[in-house]
């Protein structure tokens, strides 16, 4: 969205000589010039869940932001010298947003309101209320004349014609209120009927009409953005809303960038994996399974499986990511025949998928093992130091696999790897690092990125050269090929002793919940256990994170449990949002990539090394050496080149937007504005 407060406020700047006065000198000419924005948003935050909710979309998309918090007693006084001040004898506005816990957190009559007030006016600075009550006074009618007070669970939202039009023309239309128990009140809230000069953007039925939750209120030469429903960074009226919230704070015009991702990674293609024992409650062929021996079974995908996913792929418009165990299925073939109508499958169907290495026959590649002891240990030499699996193995089970792929015409990206069970990072508590081999296979390999575990390392970090890409395990489990054995492995973990689990919940309060009652076995894994999980990875998709999601090959066998999942995921967004905001899924790489990125524009800001700025229709980003920017405009934005300009960023969400930094010979992104 163009910025067409402050354009038509350019003479408003002379009529706030009060305003500048207190902080610069007089200001005579230089006033009706264009001031400058720093791109940068003032949150002052009164501990509240919603204030926290729009900060945390602020940091976790890259915005800029300085916090103000009401309780601290050092805290700055919000003043005409702390809004702004002059910079090479241009007016400059130091924040281009204000998000304000309620329309006015500071009292009545309070000097730093006042503040605000004449800085919001004077520039055109908007303002978010991130949560307050139906009343006149933010344009909205008291509840009590057409409106409603209350728990706010399972309501129907709509955005209108004109959030459409405006920050919101991203969503598809429908914005529901989480009720995930009927036992526990989610959301509360109030709907009031819009007065004159507000605009409302999300509403809902009240009675034979609607009343507004979230709307523009502009008034007095100011516009507020009124949300009068609590919520927190969680729930996902917000997640759907936050992406607008911000757009129009800043006018369309911020640094920071946001996309909803979703990838899949199926590892252990081409082998099997082991088969839980509902009479046992463990998984034959594990190490750890007492009275297994003997009792092995496997889940392993057939042809048809194969055929199934690559239609399901087509239907859905949607690739998964093929981990795949070479040695591990030609292991497989010669135990049972010496045919193997899966890999004739696949590999026939090769190039509709992404293909990542798991190493050849999935082996563990940190530790020698001692597995006669629960939880296994690392073996040691006389000398008493650790038994290493050698980079001599570790590097063969790469490039066996690369070069069994390369012969069955499988294209594969020889940067990325996925260790089997991400073995060689460091396995806490038995392995408190990693394997120092690793780092060396990964070099003579090629290998830049190498997939980890983000339950147990949520953060990017180096091996060697290489840098990790966290993923995020599915709830669906990797011994188990029907929904009975899903829902029957989920009872033991999460079921009471009394309910015939194994207790494991009551034992960590902390970490895990106890189910109410034992799932029923034959329905609790489609009504229970595929509902949670898709709540699950949809909110991951919602808020910016880019991380995949990983399961197994035997999740597409048999019953086939990943689906279910998934086409509840795929669904449900695409009924949430527009065509403008696809699903971005993207390769491991690329995944790699944005998070190192993201690592580097957030050290940046901690540092105080970014300067970005707005001067009527010309955008000014100026970051470290080698630190590239990501910066979101309105269609229409032109990026200068050393000759000439072109359009900026990609397209998504109704914006355009990208990782930029300066062309050749130059210090700093340009942008040019529509006008």
Sequence with gaps: MVNKNRMNRVAAVCAAAALVSVAVPAVTAQAVTAPRIDLKVLVVDDGGSSVEAITAELRDTGVPFTRVQLGSSGRPVINAAYLSDTVDGRPRAKFQGVVLPN???????????AALTAYETAYGIRQVDAYTWAHPGVG???????????????????????????????????????????????SYGFMGKPRTGY??????????????????????????????????QYQQQFRLLARGIVEWL??????????????????????????????????????????GEGKESTIRMTAADAQYAAQWQTAKGFKLDM??????????????????????????????YRWMNHTYTHPFLGCVQDTTTTPWTCTKTAQGAINWMSRTEISAQIRDNNNWAASHGIATDRTEIVTGEHSGLK????????????????ADNGVKWAGSDNSREPAQRPVGAALTVPRYPMNVYYNTGTNAEMADEYNWIYASRAAGGSGTCEDNPATSTCLPAALDTNTGYLDYIVPQEAR???????????????????NLAEDRTLYPVLNQVLDTYRSLYAPSAPIVNQSMKDTGVELGRRAAWDKA???????????????????????????????????????GTADFGTAYAATRSAWTSPELLQSAVTLKLPS
């Design 250 to 291: 800043t006018q369309g015009v911020h640094l920071g960038q946001e996309r909803n991702y979703f990838a899949v990674h199926v590892d252990d293609v081409f082998a099997p994996d082991a088969r839980w024992d509902k009479t046992l409650n463990c998984t034959p062929g594990d190490y750890a399974c007492a009275g």
């Design 427 to 442: 396995t806490l508590p038995q392995q408190g690092q990693d394997n120092p081999n690793l780092a060396g296979a990964f």
């Design 605 to 643: 800001l901690a540092d105080n090394k970014v300067t970005a700025y707005r001067i009527g229709t010309a955008v000014t980003v100026k970051a470290p050496a080698g630190v590239v920017a990501p910066v979101t405009a309105p269609t229409g934005t032109k990026k200068q080149l050393l000759l």
């Design 323 to 352: 981990l795949f165990n070479a040695g591990a299925g030609e292991e497989w073939k010669a135990e049972n025949g010496g045919t193997d109508a899966l890999t004739a499958q696949l590999v026939a169907d090769r190039a509709k």
């Design 536 to 554: 699950t990875a949809l909110r991951h998709v919602l808020a910016n994170d880019p991380r995949p999601h990983y399961v197994h090959q035997s």
């Design 140 to 186: 909205l009618e008291y509840t009590d004349n057409g409106g409603y007070s209350g728990t706010l669970d399972g309501t129907p939202a709509t955005v209108t014609a004109a959030g459409k039009a405006g920050p919101f023309g991203y969503l598809g239309g429908q914005v529901t209120f989480e009720d995930n128990s009927p036992l526990v009140p989610e």
């Design 103 to 113: 329309e006015n957190p500071f009292g009545e009559g309070s000097a730093e309101m």
């Design 199 to 232: 605009t409302s953007y999300l509403d809902a039925p009240v009675g034979g009409g609607r009343a507004s939750l979230v709307g523009e209120y502009a008034h007095d030469g100011r516009s507020e953005l009124v949300v009068t429903f609590g919520y927190n």
